[in-house]
């Protein structure tokens, strides 16, 4: 079987020397910086999930809160995109990083003051979606201009061990200082996480970056950001098959309460034990995927079906704790997928290009949840709670043969930005 790679360029004796290590003083910190604010994101998402339920009273409000907060990024995705190209990509994300300290601070006032509705909830959660339209993928962009194109993959698998980590900590955090101090802490706290994003990005060393080269201001960015990946026989195939993956394989976590609840019966303590051995996969999959230099196309249709049968042992777990135990393989698959996507993209897309075609990632990826939650309820109210997992599982493999069977017929068509070649490995 041929399988095809995405090679690295020549390393000089230093690159061999530095061989083990994961990455260049602006990479780290730009790493540790978005880790630490991750986490305030996810211990200010859990205080909003608990707020939110307590405010309501029922079980599909929090559901509508989390699609209103995705649902910029489907429809102004692209859009985002365009500005990320035509701007200062660093200066972009300190404007966006104040923002969210803003409406972080805002709304932990006013659920300190009692005067937080669900309503007033939801127009914040928008609102952070509409940040989120230009925050998203200029942090992805950003990763070309603090690597460069030989050490791309391996800063893009290390930025993928933060959300795993921020998922693995922010709960826990929001929760304990939620029994301490109330749910406004949780937005207090995120509020001070974000000064310390705005510190790494002043500590970058500007001399050692590598800025893309940024288009003149027009029309039609947009369009000719849709044209460029519709058009690319590498660019087209992944981030379609990462729609399809996004949709019916990344909405899964809105079933668990119910699977522990209805199937295994089980309380909030042993849900937060299989929430986090799947964060746990996830982290294991971006370590090794900061030490691997070659995203391989062949291998990203193998690990979406990977995933895809991941996904449907998951659903079929005759007990808790074969549920618990499969967590780690769906936690692993999954990042492992994403990573790889990212890579190729990164890799493959043109400097002035990297900003649109990260934001359609965003869409694929955040844009589908919406649409994923209808999906999602729909099964488990009218088939079971089991559903989701089994039929997104099996989506998500055919998914993942159709990517293995278009990327092989558009293998001698495909040509990646700043190599010469195509180079074909003998599996």
């Known amino acids: 079987m041929i399988e095809q790679s995405i090679p690295v360029q020549p390393s000089d004796p230093k690159r061999l020397a530095g061989k083990f290590r994961f990455a260049n003083f602006n990479v780290s910190t730009y790493v540790v910086g978005s880790a630490i604010s991750m986490i ?3 211990v200010q998402s859990f205080g909003q999930w608990i707020l939110v ?11 509508v809160t989390i699609a209103l907060q995705t649902l910029p990024i489907l429809l102004l995705g692209t859009w985002g995109g365009s500005i990320v190209d035509r701007f200062d990509n660093r200066r972009l994300m300190a404007l966006t990083t ?3 300290t803003i409406t972080a601070v805002w709304l932990g006032v006013l659920a300190d003051r009692g005067e937080a509705t669900v309503l007033i909830v939801n127009i914040f959660a928008v609102a952070l979606g509409l940040i989120s339209v230009f925050e998203r993928p200029a942090m ?7 690597a460069g194109p030989s050490e791309i993959t391996r800063a893009v698998g290390l930025n993928a061990t933060v959300l795993p980590i921020a998922r693995l900590v922010g709960p826990p955090v929001g929760g304990f200082l939620i029994a301490l101090s109330g749910v406004p802490m949780c937005f207090f706290i995120n509020a001070g996480s974000y000064l310390f994003f705005l510190l790494a990005l002043a500590l970058l060393r500007t001399s050692e970056m590598l800025p893309r080269r940024e288009p003149a ?11 460029y990946a519709r058009r690319d026989p590498l660019i087209g195939p992944v981030l379609l ?6 949709f019916a394989g990344f909405n899964f976590p809105m079933v668990l309460p119910l699977m522990a609840k209805y199937v295994f019966h089980i309380g909030e303590k042993r849900l937060s034990w299989t929430i986090s051995l799947s964060a746990v996969g996830s982290l294991v999959a971006g370590v090794l995927a900061a030490r691997r230099p070659l995203p391989s196309l062949t291998r990203l249709g193998l690990w979406a079906v990977a995933f895809g049968v991941s996904l449907c042992v998951y659903g079929i777990a005759p007990t808790y704790w074969w549920w618990f135990g499969t967590s780690f393989p769906v936690g692993f698959t999954a990042a492992t997928y994403t990573t790889t996507v990212v890579q190729i993209l990164q890799k493959s897309s043109r400097p002035e290009m990297v ?3 990260m934001a359609l990632y965003g869409i694929a990826f955040f844009g589908t949840t919406p649409f994923g939650a209808v999906f999602v309820a729909l099964l488990s109210e009218n088939v079971s709670e089991r559903a989701p997992f089994i039929l997104g599982g099996i989506l998500v493999a055919v998914t993942g043969f159709v ?4 990327l092989g017929r558009a293998e001698n068509q495909v040509k990646i930005h700043n190599l010469s070649e195509i180079s074909m490995i003998n599996d």
């Open 40 to 42: 305030g994101f996810f």
């Open 53 to 63: 339920v307590n405010l309501s009273g029922n079980r599909t409000a929090l559901p």
């Open 98 to 100: 104040m923002l969210s």
């Open 140 to 146: 992805q962009a950003f990763l070309s201009e603090l």
């Open 217 to 227: 201001a027009r029309k039609g960015m947009v369009k000719a950001g849709l044209a």
């Open 241 to 246: 098959g990462m729609f399809v993956v996004g």
């Open 355 to 357: 900003g649109r075609v």
């Open 403 to 406: 990517i293995m069977a278009t």
